[in-house]
């Protein structure tokens, strides 16, 4: 069995550690599995991106989307901020490493920011459960002290997006998420996010 378990830190965030078996021929992981998340929706859309070590990606977020992480090979630390008004875990940091040793997944539900340092070379996987919808691409800056995230590189390369966020005190009125805020809003266009 799978050990699927609520973060005690940010209210709505699941970390799964998968069952692995391997023998000689190699391993295999059940990376996801739809009933691990019964108060989530069905995931529509998986990509993958590779990213170098010392690449930053992040802080991203939605209004409307959650998103589910694996990192099948090389080593991420992810960082999530709750931004979520209202929420029990308002301003709350977790960061936890991914990789593809001990397999861990991560659910992020929508309004929690999200984002990784490449500690390693290595790639990620997300399935997300809306289309890709520009308007429900939001950032707050990775280096914010409200946030005050340890992402384990001392020279980060960031995308131009990325090093334009703004600070949370300085997110625009109407994009700041609220805690139980869940509409359609996630049907976007067909298309590709670029984590």
């Known amino acids: 069995m799978p050990d699927v378990r609520p973060s005690a830190v940010i209210e709505g965030v699941v970390v ?29 859309q998986g990509n993958r991106a590779d990213r170098r070590a010392g690449s930053v990606v992040g802080l991203h977020y939605h209004l409307h989307q ?13 960082v999530l901020h709750d931004l979520r008004v209202g929420s029990a875990t308002d ?11 001990d397999h861990r997944g991560v659910f992020i539900p929508p309004g929690v920011a999200h984002g990784f340092a490449a500690l390693t070379d290595m790639t990620i996987t997300y399935l997300v459960d809306g289309y890709y919808n520009p308007a429900d691409e939001l950032g707050v800056a990775w280096d914010d002290p409200a946030v ?10 960031l995308s131009h997006r990325d090093r334009g966020n703004p600070r949370r005190a300085d997110i625009p009125e109407g994009r700041r998420p609220h805690a139980g805020l869940r509409t359609d809003g996630g ?3 067909s298309g590709v996010a670029q984590p």
């Open 187 to 189: 049907a976007g266009t």
């Open 16 to 44: 799964v550690v998968p069952e692995r078996h391997g023998d000689e021929r190699g391993v295999f992981v059940e990376t996801y599995r739809r009933s691990w998340f019964p108060a989530g929706r069905e995931m529509v």
């Open 66 to 78: 959650a998103d589910y992480w694996y990192v099948p090979a090389g080593t991420a630390r992810v």
């Open 148 to 157: 005050d995230a340890d992402w384990g590189v001392d020279h980060p390369v």
């Open 91 to 101: 301003g709350a940091t977790l960061s936890l490493d991914l990789d593809g040793v």
